[in-house]
């Protein structure tokens, strides 16, 4: 039914650093990569996201990119790539690339020659502004606006060669890019360019609703004890985001073919959403919306909420519905940016472990949308047992510790419970492959260390295991590229304010599936519909069907019926 391939992919993730290093320099490259592309095969991924492998100074992990059209040496080479590509598509996958255009580093040369002077050709590629009329530059709240960075503190940085501030929404190190400037953004489609003939499949677009500020750049709100405004309403989704991005698949994107262009977007909308990825407009064929990963989060950033799952589900429903006929989502618990989802939503523990995990996976791929798994998450790899703030590396968590605990006064121990449970480094400790030293990431020192956990949770043990969360992932894969009421099924929510039991409904044509996931560790009946009393189970994560409807801790199941 539908004659777009990425609706039937499953994507996956590699964040390079952490994957595999093959030459035993404590960092994944390249060519460890190419070493467990089998690994990808097997699982029946169809798409390959490699996270930024960009030449970078590393502040922010690669996302401060020095040069858009080489290789980071740490990473490998240009040569190397190739290669990986290659064999990327020779086992029948796509490789798509990490775009980061909202800033670049501020070792890249573009920037280099915009700080030169304030006569510089390159000057308005980037956002330079005066210190506010009346006050020195320098001094006390003479930022041009009032806004704070995302990784702490303010996100204006004082040039003292010009006396002008430079924007940067992120470290100081990412400056933001001036897509005001027409030479900007066509020095940005030339550089796509470049990659898309070189062979790569798509892009996945960092933070690409930011890149439309409101002219003049407004402050932002203030609310009782921040030190900084929200700039967020001057940046997000921007007058001209529709435009750029239109102008963006007309310069690079129109007459190719097998393109995937997914687009990072904090604080977009259902309504934004459904523009945005309108076939007929040519933007991009997908959003990251954040919706549902921030359902467990409060207006106190240092207060841990516990997850509300109808919440969840009353989020999850309206991204359903909203792009039900225009549109299309992409769906994920985990990346980069996420703690463990397993960590997170399900259970940890060794009872619950993998059937948690399981769950997880059933009830995020049988939504109408494209998949997205993050390396680890088809082990079921958990959250890092950090112990003190030294054993961070993330700029974000440094950043914010450092202005919660110094600026605001808050307790370390209070910031400390929070990043355990949500900083990115959860996401980023090693790929475990084996039990031996460092998980089998690497024979030298890992630049982050392994999950302690990794001789009872790694892939070698994974494949062995017909019952692990890897093979179960593979079948989930498997219903996807077989079943067409997964990927172009109408979606019915069920049981919206049941608090335990995650319940929907797809269906195409005279198929109907029903997908019940258990989000407890208690058992819990599941009401019914008797017409589903001779359905046929398609796959569950226990070794037991359910009796009369009720789901052990962490169940869940996929039912199929003909309607016909």
Known sequence: MTDLWWKSAVV??????????????????????????????GLGVDVIWLSPIYPSPQDDNGYDISDYQDIEPVFGTLEIFDELLAGVHARGMKLIMDLVVNHSSDEHKWFLESRAGKDSPKRDWYWWQPAREGLEPGTPGAEPTNWG??????????????????????????????????????A????????LDRGIDGFRMDVINMISKVVPLPDGRLTAGSLYG??????????????FLQEMHREVFAGRDAMLTVGEMPGVTVDEAKLFTDPARGEVDMVFQFDHVWADRGDDPWLLMPLQLTNLKAIFNRWQAGLAEV??????????????????????????????????????????????????????????????????????????????????????DEVLTVLRA??????????????TAHAGFTTGTPWLAANPNYPEINAEAARADPDSVYHYYRKLADLRHTEPAVVDG????????HEQL?????????????????????????????????????LTNLPEAPEDWTLAPWQAVIYKRSLG
């Open 502 to 538: 995650y319940a929907y409904t797809r269906r195409l044509d005279n198929t109907e599936l029903l997908v019940i996931g258990n989000f407890s560790g208690d058992s819990v009946r599941a009401e019914v519909d008797e017409a589903w009393s001779g359905a046929d189970l398609l």
């Open 490 to 497: 109408d979606f019915t929510m069920l049981l919206p304010n």
């Open 12 to 41: 996956y993730q590699i964040y390079p650093r952490s994957f595999a290093d093959a030459d035993g320099d404590g960092m994944g490259d390249l060519r460890g990569i190419i070493d467990h592309l089998d690994h990808l095969a």
């Open 422 to 435: 949500r900083g990115r480094d959860n996401a980023r400790t090693p790929m475990q492959w084996n039990a």
């Open 188 to 195: 940005v489609y030339e550089m796509m360019n470049w990659w």
């Open 149 to 186: 960075s995302v990784f702490g503190g303010s996100a204006w940085e004082l040039d003292e060669k010009t006396g002008e501030y430079y924007l940067h929404l992120f470290s100081k190190k990412q400056p933001d890019l001036n897509w005001e400037n027409p030479e900007v953004r066509s």
């Open 230 to 243: 929200d700039g967020s309403a001057g940046f997000i989704n921007g007058p001209r985001i529709h435009e």
């Open 327 to 412: 549109g299309w989502n992409s769906l994920y618990w985990n990346n980069h940016d996420q703690p463990r989802a397993v960590s997170r939503y399900g259970d940890d523990s060794a009872a619950y472990r993998v059937a948690s995990a399981k769950m997880l996976g059933t009830v995020l791929h049988l939504h109408r949308g494209t998949p997205y798994i993050y390396q680890g998450e088809e082990l079921g790899m958990t959250n890092y047992p950090f112990r003190t703030i030294d054993e961070f590396r993330d700029i974000e968590a440094l950043g914010q510790y450092a202005q919660a605990v110094d600026l605001e006064g808050r307790s370390p």
